[in-house]
């Protein structure tokens, strides 16, 4: 049973009435499975994206592919167009409010199948990629499941192979990132298929936020005691922004959002989201105390300096050995770099969270879109 979805009379507010969780008994059923999505100016990578959702493997299910675009002004559309042609299977929807959680909202809207992948537009999926989530989690119990993501550089650029490098090793990333984390239950699944009636039922995601609303919806999932699991009987290719200025910005916007997500739901934030944060704040602090050294006497100045003189140790030690690692792993001796990218990253991702902290964030009025709201069955 698909679930209901209809507009009020109110402008924000769009409903969906849901239905009850799918109980598969018919060992001979054939599941429908929708993969969504989301693009903007996406022509560097859209075909190779599409063709592999194309091929994936479907002995057990029938698949849709629906595209969410955002108005793109390159030839994302004509491209899609083109491969809609030849294949039924391909849709195009132009997602006018060209927000990402909207556009996987407005994709769950269209959607047909019981089961939805909220994919990435800058990723590529093996062949099995569908048909082994989907069997793990039947098998795990779990009403999302994904497989792990294998970071690749945009390019062939060292900057592209340094970013990647560090955007998938914990020290830059912590353990528990959607690029660095094993097989296992998880608190968040990437790249993932669901059971849509489970997205329904939480409301489907939350148009407020620019980022971090696959961690929001993952918590309210979990919240509701669904099981959310990471398989590594399969993997994706994630492939990163090709140069630093792009690492630099998209931490500093991470770390702003966080703030805001924080005060928006709490539990979909953990600790590790703000370690760049008080990392950035012992520096500078650390930094003023090491100048106030420069005019006190005695054992004073030594004191004074001593904090930055730990924390340049502890972090330098940490960062060099990460990066021994990558290069003894690579064979190369590019990744002798990684701790000037590890400070850039960690550096932009704290300033956004403190200026967001600054600033007081909060969701600019023009960005509150409609989003998808549950209404309980009567």
């Known amino acids: 049973m698909d679930a ?4 009020t009379e109110e402008p924000d507010r769009m409903t969906i009435i849901s239905e009850p969780q799918i109980e598969e008994t018919d060992t ?4 429908l499975v929708s993969a969504i999505l989301a693009v903007h100016n996406e022509e560097r990578h859209i075909e190779a994206v599409l063709k592999s959702l194309l091929l994936q493997e479907t002995a057990s299910f029938d698949l849709e592919i629906i595209i969410l675009d955002g108005e793109s002004s390159d030839a994302t559309r004509e491209i899609v167009r083109r491969i809609a042609s030849d294949d039924t299977r391909v849709t195009l929807v132009v997602n006018h409010q060209r927000k990402t959680p909207y556009a996987f909202n407005l994709g769950i809207q269209q959607a047909k199948g019981e089961y939805v992948c909220i ?16 069997e793990e989690l039947k098998i795990r119990g779990a009403v999302g499941c994904s497989g792990v993501v294998i970071t690749r550089p945009d390019g062939d650029g060292i900057e592209s192979r340094l970013v990647a490098w560090a955007l998938s090793h914990p020290f830059g990333t912590s353990s528990r990132s ?14 993932a298929i669901f059971l849509k009636s489970a997205l329904v039922e939480v409301g489907g995601y939350e148009t407020h936020l620019h980022r971090n609303q696959d961690l929001d919806l ?22 990163v922004s090709s140069s630093l200025s792009s690492l630099a910005k998209y931490a500093f916007k991470n770390g702003y959002w966080n703030i805001i997500s924080l005060r928006m739901n709490p539990g979909s934030m953990a600790v590790r989201h703000f370690v760049p944060g008080a990392f950035v704040v012992a520096l500078f602090l650390s930094l003023m105390a090491s100048m106030l050294s420069l005019s006190a006497k005695g054992d004073a100045g030594l004191w004074l300096r001593s ?8 972090y330098g030690i940490g960062s060099i050995a990460a990066a021994c690692g990558v290069s003894l792993r690579e064979k190369s001796t590019e990744p002798l770099l990684l701790p000037i990218v590890f400070l850039l990253l960690h550096i932009s991702y704290g300033g956004g969270t403190l200026s967001a902290l600054v600033t007081n964030a909060n969701v600019p009025s023009s960005d509150r879109v409609p989003g998808l709201k549950v209404a309980k069955p009567s």
């Open 307 to 314: 904090p930055l003189f730990l924390l340049t140790a502890v």
């Open 218 to 239: 993952n918590q309210k999932l979990r919240a509701r005691g669904y099981k959310l699991y990471v398989t590594d009987r399969t993997a994706c290719e994630y492939f």
């Open 119 to 134: 994919f990435g537009a800058h990723t590529i999926y093996p062949a099995n990629y569908i048909a082994i989530c989907l």
């Open 4 to 7: 209901t979805i209809l507009f």
């Open 28 to 31: 001979g059923h054939r599941p």
């Open 178 to 191: 959607m690029r660095t984390r094993g097989a296992g239950f998880s608190d968040i699944v990437p790249y």
